[in-house]
């Protein structure tokens, strides 16, 4: 039986297929920073040593080595669920192409 409710089709474009591009965008970008976290997280140690780029002037909250390493240890965690076959499910409804040209050969 064919879906044709057009709330439900509505919600499959308006939600499904957006967040599935969102995803398969950050499971490409998260190769990426995982590599990079790799080569520079000895850079951030895991204390209250302050981020010094200046952007408190923009009203930018100040991070520190405990933030970044807070976030890092997320990214790592929302990455592991993104297993072949998760990235399999997302990619279906995708209907725009990957453009990320940071992507790691």
């Given amino acids: ?3 044709t409710d057009p709330e439900a089709i509505a919600f499959v474009n ?3 297929r957006p967040m599935c591009e969102t995803l398969r965008y950050m ?3 998260g190769a990426d920073w995982a ?3 790799g ?3 000895s850079k951030f140690p895991n204390d209250t040593s302050a981020v010094e780029d200046g952007r408190e002037a923009e009203g930018i909250s100040r ?3 405990a933030d970044i390493n807070a976030v890092s240890t997320v990214f790592g965690s ?3 669920i993104m297993d072949t076959s998760a990235q399999t499910v ?3 409804p995708c209907v725009r192409p990957l453009l990320y040209s940071n992507i790691p050969s």
Avoid: D, H, V
Wanted: proline share 0%; net charge positive; charged share 20%.
């Fill in 1 to 3: 039986m064919a879906i």
């Fill in 27 to 29: 499971n490409a970008r």
């Fill in 63 to 65: 991070l520190t080595g």
């Fill in 78 to 80: 929302l990455l592991t």
């Fill in 35 to 37: 590599t990079k976290w």
């Fill in 14 to 16: 308006e939600y499904i």
């Fill in 39 to 41: 080569e520079i997280s």
């Fill in 90 to 92: 997302i990619a279906k």
